[in-house]
T-cell receptor, first 111, second 112 residues
Framework: GEDVEQSLFLSVREGDSSVINCTYTDSSSTYLYWYKQEPGAGLQLLTYIFSNMDMKQDQRLTVLLNKKDKHLSLRIADTQTGDSAIYFCAESTGTASKLTFGTGTRLQVTL | DAGVTQSPTHLIKTRGQHVTLRCSPISGHKSVSWYQQVLGQGPQFIFQYYEKEERGRGNFPDRFSARQFPNYSSELNVNALLLGDSALYLC???????????FGPGTRLTVT
């Protein structure tokens, strides 16, 4: 079945890089996503990667996909206090509208 | 361009009551999906509607139903509310049934 796991909490200092990790179980995943959720808000799409790619870079964000190990990571360069939020990874296997989300990683950025 | 909008923002209901949540997709988007996010967890898929037809359903009881209107807006209905239905209900739209989702701010439902 489908299962997506993330660590619950990550604390980094402002200016450092953050790396948020995710593992998934469904080898038929087609797209993998990273969403950001700020307190009391909905989900903001940050980036996504197609399953036949290894890496995708978008400004401060770098996504790495290890399909063999079913491991996805999100690296945020030069982390800022405004990056403090919960980050969810999600996978889709069929229709892109049916996503399976992880439990989220709370990123805390300290001064 | 306006993003996905949802109403109401917050709602308090009593056990056994019925609730209707509303969603307007991004202009031009024809697919609407609904997700339930219980506090401390990731969102869970409830429904997808595309061109006014149900295209997918998650593992939710029949108390949950939805529909999509000709203007592509959507309603989520929940009957016989239980305490466990308390959650943030998220609506997401996409250009068609198989494209990237864009989420609204959600409706926070509290059942007492």
């Amino acid at each position: 079945g489908e299962d997506v796991e993330q660590s619950l909490f990550l604390s980094v200092r402002e200016g450092d890089s953050s790396v948020i990790n995710c593992t998934y179980t469904d080898s038929s995943s087609t797209y993998l996503y990273w969403y950001k959720q700020e307190p009391g808000a909905g989900l903001q799409l940050l980036t996504y990667i197609f399953s036949n790619m290894d890496m995708k870079q978008d400004q401060r964000l770098t996504v790495l996909l290890n399909k063999k190990d079913k491991h996805l990571s999100l690296r945020i360069a030069d982390t800022q206090t405004g990056d403090s939020a919960i980050y969810f990874c999600a996978e889709s296997t069929g229709t892109a509208s049916k996503l399976t989300f992880g439990t989220g990683t709370r990123l805390q950025v300290t001064l | 361009d306006a993003g996905v909008t949802q109403s109401p923002t917050h709602l308090i209901k009593t056990r056994g009551q019925h609730v209707t949540l509303r969603c307007s997709p991004i202009s031009g988007h024809k697919s609407v999906s609904w997700y339930q996010q219980v506090l401390g967890q990731g969102p869970q898929f409830i429904f997808q509607y595309y061109e006014k037809e149900e295209r997918g359903r998650g593992n939710f009881p029949d108390r949950f139903s939805a529909r999509q209107f000709p203007n592509y807006s959507s309603e989520l209905n929940v009957n016989a509310l239980l305490l466990g239905d308390s959650a943030l209900y998220l609506c997401a739209s996409s250009l068609d049934r198989d494209r990237t989702l864009y989420f609204g701010p959600g409706t926070r439902l509290t059942v007492t």
